[in-house]
């Protein structure tokens, strides 16, 4: 994800430029733009600190509170609060154990309106969702996001070495500082100069539903670019978080399809591979003027520039196996790919339920969420029982 390289700010009103996927290499002080700008909220790490804004808050601190990277009345929603979610090495956790460190003020005021204005409007439907304020759904997807990855890096690599290794470094917080300058929106401390369409790109799908929890939920991310996936009920969004916009106007035949009728769970996540791997293949740093002190910063909204790049087949066949939990052979042969989604000249192929069971093209397996549903275990129809 982005990395941060600092110019020279010029003289008040200080500006600076902050170009993704660069580290810091200056010999300048501040070295962030949360110094330059914010003074007393900066990116902090470990557990005694607030995920968002940096205070020190030790356990038994007045101000502490713990923050759930799954907000609460989302568990509760899905049924989710006793399931579990896998960890990157495999461990797992419940998801009401997915929390972090945050002050009462980021918890009860910064955050709070926020989860409010997004539980309304899912409660509401995609319609709704999809209306949300763009700065609430950035904050919301991107609290997720960095929270996560906060949370992950809290986290033993090894079970029997808990002061070694975490499951992510803080080598790979420190390298998205950015995107936890631009989650300072939620205090109001930072803004951008054009309210849309803001940093990010938002693609909502409709999905289908069921009565199980195990099918109500979805989430994907990446931890090399900033997109994740998530899907909530009947509500699909995938969101690239630094892109300004960019990927919004996209027309691929896939994607075009995917948006006219309710997504089954293996279709939604090739929606999310799909954009996903052309984001990463036509991904451009952006340099971010930033301009504003004592305590605020506004964002000069940069040019986005052209959505394009090149379709590898080769390439996107092995997110599209990641996705959906296959050996790459098993839906691409070298030469032709799966679509399960129509379009292209194929015709859209709505599922009639969930438990219908997407076969791949070249193996006779089932794809992610029957990838370990044996062959002997479905029925006449195509579905599992």
């Not at 997110?319 to 052979?329: C, H, K, M, N, T």
Request: hydrophobic residues 40%; negative net charge.
């Amino acid at each position: 994800m982005e990395r941060l390289s600092l110019q020279k700010p010029h003289k008040p009103p200080r500006e600076l430029r902050v170009e993704q996927n660069e580290r810091v290499s200056t010999e300048l002080e501040p070295r962030s733009p949360h110094e330059q700008f914010l003074i007393d909220r900066v990116q902090r790490f470990g557990d005694d600190c607030c995920f968002l804004c940096g205070a020190h808050i030790p356990v038994g601190n007045s101000q502490r509170t713990i923050e759930h990277v799954f907000p609460k009345w989302l568990l509760h929603e899905l049924n989710m609060w006793d399931s579990s979610v896998n960890q990157i090495n495999g461990r797992a956790l419940h998801y009401r154990r997915l929390t972090v460190p945050c002050c009462l003020t980021c918890n009860g005021v910064d955050l709070s309106g926020i989860e409010s204005r997004v539980r309304s409007a899912y409660r509401d439907g995609i319609d709704a969702f999809a209306n949300l304020d763009r700065l609430d759904l950035f904050l919301w997807l991107g609290k997720i996001y960095y929270g996560l990855v906060y949370k992950e890096s809290l986290q033993p690599l090894s079970v029997s070495d808990q002061a070694g290794a975490r499951l992510v470094p803080v080598a790979h917080l420190e390298s998205i500082q950015f995107h936890h300058f631009l989650l300072q929106a939620a205090a109001g401390v930072v803004q951008w100069e054009h309210k849309s369409p803001g940093p990010a790109s938002f693609h909502f799908f409709e999905c289908l539903d069921s009565d199980e929890p195990e099918f109500r939920f979805d989430y994907l991310d990446d931890l090399m670019l900033p997109i994740i996936g998530i899907r909530i009920g009947k509500i699909g969004v995938v969101a690239i978080l630094q892109d300004w916009g960019r990927s919004e106007g996209v027309r691929q035949p896939q994607i075009d399809t995917a948006k006219s009728f309710p997504l089954h769970p293996t279709q939604f996540r090739e929606v999310y591979a799909r954009l996903a791997y052309m984001s990463e293949t036509s991904w451009s740093n952006q340099d971010h003027l930033i301009s504003g002190g004592n305590g605020f910063a506004t964002i000069m909204t940069p040019d986005p520039g052209d959505f394009a790049g090149t379709w590898d087949w080769k390439n996107f066949a092995a997110r599209l196996a990641g996705a959906w939990e296959v050996p790459e052979g098993a839906i691409f042969d070298g030469t032709n790919g799966m679509s399960t989604i129509g379009g292209g000249g194929a015709p859209p192929n709505p599922a009639e339920s969930m438990h219908v069971i997407f076969v791949a093209m070249f193996s006779k397996i089932g794809l992610w969420p029957y990838a370990n549903v044996a062959p002997s275990d479905w029925t006449n129809d195509g579905t599992v029982s």
